[in-house]
């Protein structure tokens, strides 16, 4: 019997991002899609072949398109097709994406409590991560300005709260990295007292960009932090920083921390959070990540 064209081509479409098997242990991870095709660049996974995966019923498309990808305000799930999809991540690009460009970038100023942040009701994004997880480097690599990310680095100003105007329409806004390696314990910045307020209360806050090093295996401060936000239900992308470094002989890949790491912090998600790859060294994801923050933003703004 033939199969109605649009579940054809669903079918093929995303064939080559499905489990290999629904009785495989790796099955039980949502994350197929071809990571190193992405890492590379070499090729976008609609350019991918398709692998072989007999047997996929439209329910393990279905399901796969409704758990594994973020799919974005105005998007229908059965209407996606596997080039709506962003190179390097799980994120459909919906009706609203547009106006990535970033072509003005201000430093507006520091705070030292949540309450005191701009009040004019522009959209935001807070990003957040360890120290050394390549924060700066990625607020550089978006605004393409070095001495943007050098303010917040200034002492001083690594503990407050950091809003970068945009565009004039938006902010980017810089959070104290957390779990700083060499401090004693007493000294690591307590993120949970003093960023957990911004995030409950800041009603602009459009997406948090949590930045996770996916050079390294997991680690619990990210986990924890992690966690936390999804059990809060806080708006949250996972940025994946650092993706140019693959290891040698010893080590994982950053396709494998990657998937670990969405393994491990699956249970506290009710809906898969979107999630990128990027690399400030190569500009690998910064486009993308750029759009999908457009779409989240012109979506709040109607
Ligand atoms: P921050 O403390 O989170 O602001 O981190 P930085 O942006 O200062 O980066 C910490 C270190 O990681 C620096 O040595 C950077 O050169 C390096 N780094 C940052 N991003 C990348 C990346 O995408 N790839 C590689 N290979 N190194 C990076």
């Not at 990808?69 to 998007?75: A, C, D, R």
């Not at 104290?176 to 307020?197: H, I, L, Q």
């Not at 969405?262 to 690998?284: C, D, F, V």
Request: glycine share 4%.
């Amino acid at each position: 019997m033939l199969m109605p064209a649009r579940i054809r081509l669903f079918t093929h479409r995303f064939s080559s991002l499905l489990p290999p098997s629904s009785s495989s242990s790796s099955s039980a991870l949502p994350f197929s899609i071809p990571f190193r095709t992405s890492i590379s660049h070499a090729a976008p996974p609609h350019h991918v072949s398709a692998t072989k995966t007999p047997n996929i019923s439209i329910s393990d498309t279905a399901k796969f398109v409704r758990t594994v990808l973020f799919i974005p305000p105005g998007t229908d799930p059965e209407e996606v097709t596997e080039d709506m999809i962003l190179p390097g991540s799980n994120i459909v690009l919906g009706p609203y994406a547009g106006d990535a460009k970033v072509k003005e970038v201000q430093f507006i100023g520091s705070s030292i409590r949540p309450k005191d942040c701009p009040k004019d009701e522009r959209p935001e994004f807070a990003m957040l991560g360890r120290s050394n997880v390549g924060k700066s480097s990625l607020i550089n690599s978006l605004v393409r300005k070095k001495e943007v990310a050098l303010t917040s680095k200034k002492p001083g100003k690594t503990q407050l709260i950091n809003h970068f105007l945009v565009n004039r329409s938006w902010y980017l806004v810089d959070l104290p990295g957390y779990g700083f390696a060499n401090a004693p314990e007493s000294a690591r910045m307590d993120w949970s007292s003093f960023t957990k307020g911004y995030f409950l209360n800041r009603e602009t806050l459009v997406s948090i960009l949590l930045l996770v090093d996916a050079s390294v295996p997991p680690q619990k401060i990210d986990l924890d932090c992690a966690n936390w936000l999804g059990r809060n239900n806080m708006p949250m992308t996972i940025v994946f920083t650092k993706c140019d470094k693959v290891k040698n002989s010893k080590g994982k890949r950053p396709d494998e921390n990657i998937k670990n790491f969405q393994e491990l912090i699956k249970e506290n998600y009710k809906i898969h959070p979107p999630w990128i790859m990027t690399s400030s060294a190569t500009g690998l994801g910064r486009d993308e990540l750029l759009l999908h923050m457009s779409q989240l933003r012109n979506y709040w703004d109607n």
